[in-house]
């Protein structure tokens, strides 16, 4: 029933040079143990290789364990550019820490270069897949986001927001679908100055 973690996954984590974040023998066994404490057969035909099949779902799902998302931020380019910049509605999954379930939505990123410093679009993208691939709070992933890209382009102002729905308070609890978590993180001018947060999210809420 167990297995090793199939080659294509390990050549992949090793050309990140970073060590592999899960170990797939053990998850098997723990999903195995799972489905016999919820008095499952796990050897019976549709769960036979349930454990396997999960093991590698989350070896995917939480792939970010071992990355760190300023280190996505290779391309860093001298611009002249000094105008802020947003990338608006990139979708992300995450894994809510607290119950094991996914939460969902978009993030927003806006920031203001200085000296000209700015990145590659697509590097914002891969930051926030980076931090929201493990185990996550959605305040916490807003703030990682917004402090990879200070780490890495050390910009005036930076202002994320995070828009999610919580499958935590979807499926269980209080049983509320639909609702959304909206979270937001400040750095520089956009922490210090009232009126330029004021503007700035206005941006990212208009359209």
Known sequence: MLSHINSSN?????KRGK??????K??????YQLLEAIGEDPNREGLRDTPKRVAK?????????????KD????????????????KDISFYSMCEHHLVPFYGKAHIAYLPSDGRVTGLSKLA???????RRPQLQ??????IANA?????QPKGVFVMVEAEHMCMTMRGVKKPGSKTITTTARGIYKDSRDDRREVMQLIMEG
């Open 139 to 144: 305040e916490r992933l807003t703030a990682q």
């Open 126 to 132: 891969r930051a926030v897949e980076v931090t929201s």
């Open 26 to 31: 053990k998850a098997e066994a723990a999903i």
């Open 19 to 24: 060590p592999l974040p899960i170990n797939q």
């Open 57 to 69: 779902m989350y070896l995917e799902m939480l792939s970010g364990l071992e990355q760190d998302a």
């Open 10 to 14: 390990k050549i992949n984590q090793l």
């Open 72 to 87: 996505e931020f290779t391309a860093v380019f001298t611009e002249h550019h000094d105008d802020l910049v947003i990338v």
């Open 149 to 153: 890209l200070v780490d890495a382009l």
